[in-house]
């Protein structure tokens, strides 16, 4: 069982950042994608950032250029600095860890999630 726990979220106003945090514990073998997303009231679930274990990383349209996904693997965290924030980014942010056993199964946690409020 791995356990996620993130931090950082609150209420800031257009134009300013936040850094939100993921930290992963628990029976960890191999964590390999870590990723953002983010769910608005009324609407689905979004893919916000990705990150593979080599670093390579992957963002939605809507926040490129603006937000950076970043990991530290030797502490299974995950982090996600988000800069020119704009109301429409307002969520509840979620951290995504993709895990994979010593026997070779994976599975996709959550975390509980944290909200990132933008005021106009």
């Known amino acids: 069982q791995v356990q996620l726990v993130e931090s950082g979220g609150g209420l800031v106003q257009a134009g300013g950042s936040l850094r939100l945090s993921c930290a992963a514990s628990?029976?960890?073998?191999?964590?390999?994608?870590l990723g953002w997303y983010r769910q608005a009231p009324g609407k689905q679930r979004e893919l916000v950032a990705d990150?593979?274990?080599?670093?390579?990383?992957v963002y939605a349209d809507s926040v490129k250029g603006r937000f950076t996904i970043s990991r530290d693997n030797a502490k299974n965290a995950v982090y996600l600095q988000m800069n020119s924030l704009k109301p429409e980014d307002t969520a509840v942010y979620y951290c995504?860890?993709?895990?994979?056993?010593?026997?070779?199964?994976?599975?996709?946690?959550w975390g509980q999630g944290t909200q990132v409020t933008v005021s106009s």
């Open positions: 990150i593979y274990r080599s670093g390579g990383a």
């Open positions: 628990g029976s960890i073998f191999r964590i390999n994608t």
């Open positions: 995504n860890a993709d895990h994979t056993r010593a026997d070779g199964y994976s599975f996709r946690y």
